[in-house]
Nanobody, 111 residues
Framework: QVQLVESGGGLVQPGGSLRLSCAAS????????MSWYRQAPGRQREWVAI???????NYADSVKGRFTISRDNAKNTVYLQMNSLKPEDTGVYYC?????WGQGTQVTVSS
């Protein structure tokens, strides 16, 4: 069955960096675009970034220039490098692929 497992979240100070990972299994990873979403407390889940099966990328305006999505098809893993983090980046980060969601990983940006 399809499984997506996120990791790499944590507590970081404003201006810091984190790298999230999402390990996929149960489908042909290289055939699918993969996305990252996030959900802040009391807010709706919002799209953050996408990487196509061909490696093309796109980002929400709120993270453009600070976040980078990438993938390693040999490891069936998608990454989200997050730099210059702000308190408003706080939330649970989810990866999505093949119409499935991971369980999420918490990112907290606070001093």
């Amino acid at each position: 069955q399809v499984q997506l497992v996120e990791s790499g979240g944590g507590l970081v100070q404003p201006g810091g960096s984190l790298r999230l990972s999402c390990a996929a299994s149960g489908f042909t990873f290289s055939n699918y675009g993969m996305s990252w979403y996030r959900q802040a407390p009391g807010r709706q889940r919002e799209w953050v970034a996408i990487i196509t099966n061909g490696g093309g990328t796109n980002y929400a305006d709120s993270v453009k220039g600070r976040f980078t999505i990438s993938r390693d098809n040999a490891k069936n893993t998608v990454y989200l490098q997050m730099n210059s983090l702000k308190p408003e980046d706080t939330g649970v980060y989810y990866c999505k692929g093949n119409f499935h969601w991971g369980q999420g990983t918490q990112v907290t940006v606070s001093s």
